[in-house]
């Protein structure tokens, strides 16, 4: 028996009848032979943390661009914090933590620079729009080695496009409950950190969040994090593992928080003329590329041949980092000082 199996075995074991087994996943678009030593759910986990764009998390904005100082959130920190939340999650209801481990480092692969910013600035120069729910489904799908794609499991590219709430309902379908596991825990982080991070760059005050919710969340950032975990845990048991859920009390207390930070943090006035920077940023970096793809590599010219110049731009811009957007942006449209010999 191969160490493959005999994680498959215990999985068998231990995880709740309700839960996905590795061994019952739906499998991979293009057929491989298992690896003798880790689950179909494992493999896609180590796919995503070797990932290019993975890697390129760590520069791209979670709130707050460019910030001076080493204890923001980057899209790779909240990725990470995402990832944590989940597994917690997932051991308490005994399900698949690799499934859910996979999902959730996978759930941004295709935000933008900028953070909210850039997300709304490409969604409106891009023909078609922009969303980094579909642009990370099609980063592991499409564009990561050299166009070959990650080829993940179904679940996992089920979890990564099913994992974004936007503003609507937070709690909505999704296709396991490991995915809906994420769906819940990138909520959480996101409330918790951004919150943090706002009152540590001064943007909002203690005095200014909702006093309900965050007086029956507790008065600290663990607190209220242990708070939210241990309700999903509850009320998904007493539900009966139908879905993954919360109660009506945190879910409404949830969403008062998250409107808070998206009125006075991701977009307060005081944010708005960083965002007509970035959105200038990238849409003359758009302009300047769409007639000129042959600059971009051998990567995006066969993005270009296949789908079209404006996608292959599109693929480019969303997987720059932020430093990386503001160094091009220089090169090409600041001018140098000449050189006086």
């Given at each position: 028996?191969?160490?493959?199996?005999?994680?498959?075995?215990?999985?068998?074991?231990?995880?709740?009848?309700?839960?996905?087994?590795?061994?019952?996943?739906?499998?991979?678009?293009?057929?491989?032979?298992?690896?003798?030593?880790?689950?179909?759910?494992?493999?896609?986990?180590?796919?995503?943390?070797?990932?290019?764009?993975?890697?390129?998390?760590?520069?791209?904005?979670?709130?707050?661009?460019?910030?001076?100082?080493?204890?923001?959130?980057?899209r790779l920190t909240h990725t990470l914090e995402v990832s944590q939340i989940a597994r917690t999650i997932a051991r308490g209801l005994r399900l698949n933590e690799d499934l859910t481990e996979a999902v959730a480092l996978g759930h941004d692969l295709g935000h933008t620079p900028f953070g909210h910013a850039g997300e709304r600035s490409l969604r409106g120069i891009l023909p078609g729009g922009f969303s980094h729910v579909d642009q990370?489904?099609?980063?592991?799908?499409?564009?990561?080695?050299?166009?070959?794609?990650?080829?993940?499991?179904?679940?996992?590219?089920?979890?990564?496009?099913?994992?974004?709430?936007?503003?609507?309902?937070?709690?909505?379908?999704?296709?396991?409950?490991?995915?809906?596991?994420?769906?819940?825990?990138?909520?959480?982080?996101?409330?918790?950190?951004?919150?943090?991070?706002?009152?540590?760059?001064?943007?909002?005050?203690?005095?200014?969040?909702?006093?309900?919710?965050?007086?029956?969340?507790?008065?600290?950032?663990?607190?209220?994090?242990?708070?939210?975990?241990?309700?999903?845990?509850?009320?998904?048991?007493?539900?009966?593992?139908?879905?993954?859920?919360?109660?009506?009390?945190?879910?409404?207390?949830?969403?008062?928080?998250?409107?808070?930070?998206?009125?006075?943090?991701?977009?307060?006035?005081?944010?708005?003329?960083?965002?007509?920077?970035?959105?200038?940023?990238?849409?003359?970096?758009?302009?300047?590329?769409?007639?000129?793809?042959?600059?971009?590599?051998?990567?995006?010219?066969?993005?270009?041949?296949?789908?079209?110049?404006?996608?292959?731009?599109?693929?480019?811009?969303?997987?720059?980092?932020?430093?990386?957007?503001?160094?091009?942006?220089?090169?090409?449209?600041?001018?140098?000082?000449?050189?006086?010999?």
């Amino acid at each position: 028996m191969s160490v493959r199996e005999q994680s498959e075995r215990i999985e068998d074991a231990i995880l709740h009848q309700r839960a996905t087994r590795s061994s019952a996943s739906r499998g991979r678009a293009l057929p491989e032979e298992p690896c003798p030593l880790r689950t179909d759910f494992q493999r896609d986990r180590d796919r995503i943390l070797h990932a290019k764009s993975f890697r390129r998390l760590k520069h791209k904005t979670q709130v707050f661009l460019a910030p001076q100082g080493d204890h923001y959130r980057t899209r790779l920190t909240h990725t990470l914090e995402v990832s944590q939340i989940a597994r917690t999650i997932a051991r308490g209801l005994r399900l698949n933590e690799d499934l859910t481990e996979a999902v959730a480092l996978g759930h941004d692969l295709g935000h933008t620079p900028f953070g909210h910013a850039g997300e709304r600035s490409l969604r409106g120069i891009l023909p078609g729009g922009f969303s980094h729910v579909d642009q990370s489904v099609r980063v592991v799908e499409r564009l990561e080695r050299d166009g070959r794609g990650l080829n993940l499991t179904r679940e996992v590219i089920e979890g990564i496009r099913t994992h974004s709430k936007g503003t609507g309902r937070i709690v909505a379908p999704a296709a396991t409950l490991e995915a809906q596991v994420v769906r819940l825990a990138d909520l959480v982080a996101y409330i918790n950190h951004d919150i943090d991070d706002a009152l540590r760059a001064g943007v909002i005050a203690p005095e200014d969040l909702p006093a309900g919710p965050i007086g029956r969340f507790g008065g600290t950032h663990g607190d209220r994090i242990g708070t939210m975990v241990a309700d999903i845990i509850e009320q998904t048991m007493g539900a009966g593992y139908d879905h993954v859920v919360m109660s009506a009390e945190l879910e409404r207390d949830c969403g008062a928080l998250r409107e808070f930070l998206y009125a006075r943090v991701y977009f307060n006035s005081g944010t708005h003329a960083e965002f007509l920077k970035a959105s200038k940023i990238l849409r003359d970096l758009y302009e300047h590329y769409l007639g000129r793809v042959e600059q971009l590599g051998e990567e995006y010219a066969r993005v270009a041949a296949t789908e079209g110049a404006a996608r292959a731009v599109g693929d480019f811009l969303a997987g720059m980092t932020d430093r990386f957007v503001v160094q091009t942006y220089e090169r090409l449209f600041v001018p140098r000082p000449w050189p006086v010999f």
